[in-house]
């Protein structure tokens, strides 16, 4: 069975605290639980999970500091995006998209899907790549770019 939430348990203060300890007892907070804090660490989604529950704190203690216990019948928390909602996922997402229309409307419904799972899976793949290693991803362009300059330059001499 869980425990009913307590946002002052959550942000660490006592109850009665003033909107100043509450404010500073969220920043602290949030400094140490941040995902950006925790990238690449087992413990990341153990922090984002962390920080929404601080948001949740925070929203709920900023709002009615002495009152809490009726607080959410009055009025709900404001919803907290996810820490991980990463604007280069919606690119790829939107991105495709777009394909898969083109590829729907050119080569019809079935290959249009596997083709958008190969695409899907290469930006992953190298999105992970960035995310992963910034320097490993440089090497593998300046590897591509290389690769694709000799197979241009070969094609040329042979001509």
């Known amino acids: 069975m869980t425990a009913a939430f307590d946002p002052f348990e959550v942000l660490g203060v006592r109850?009665?605290?003033?909107?100043?300890?509450?404010?500073t007892a969220y920043r602290q907070q949030v400094a140490r639980y941040h995902p950006d804090k925790h990238r690449g660490n087992p413990l990341?989604?153990?922090a984002a999970a962390k920080l929404i529950e601080i948001n949740r704190a925070y929203n709920l203690l900023?709002?009615?500091?002495?009152?809490?216990?009726?607080?959410?019948a009055r009025r709900a928390p404001r919803p907290v995006a996810h820490p991980r909602a990463d604007g280069g996922m919606k690119v790829v997402r939107s991105i495709g998209s777009i394909v898969a229309l083109v590829l729907f409307a050119r080569f019809g419904l079935v290959f249009g899907r596997q083709l958008?799972?190969?695409v899907r899976g290469l930006a992953?793949?190298?999105?992970?790549?960035?995310r992963a290693s910034p320097i490993l991803a440089v090497l593998a362009l300046i590897v591509f770019a290389i690769g694709s300059g000799f197979a241009?330059?070969?094609?040329k001499g042979r001509g």
């Open 116 to 118: 958008l799972a190969l």
């Open 152 to 155: 241009t330059w070969s094609r």
């Open 15 to 23: 109850r009665g605290a003033t909107s100043d300890e509450i404010r």
């Open 44 to 46: 990341e989604d153990l």
């Open 124 to 130: 992953m793949g190298v999105l992970w790549i960035v």
């Open 62 to 72: 900023s709002h009615d500091p002495a009152g809490v216990d009726d607080a959410p």
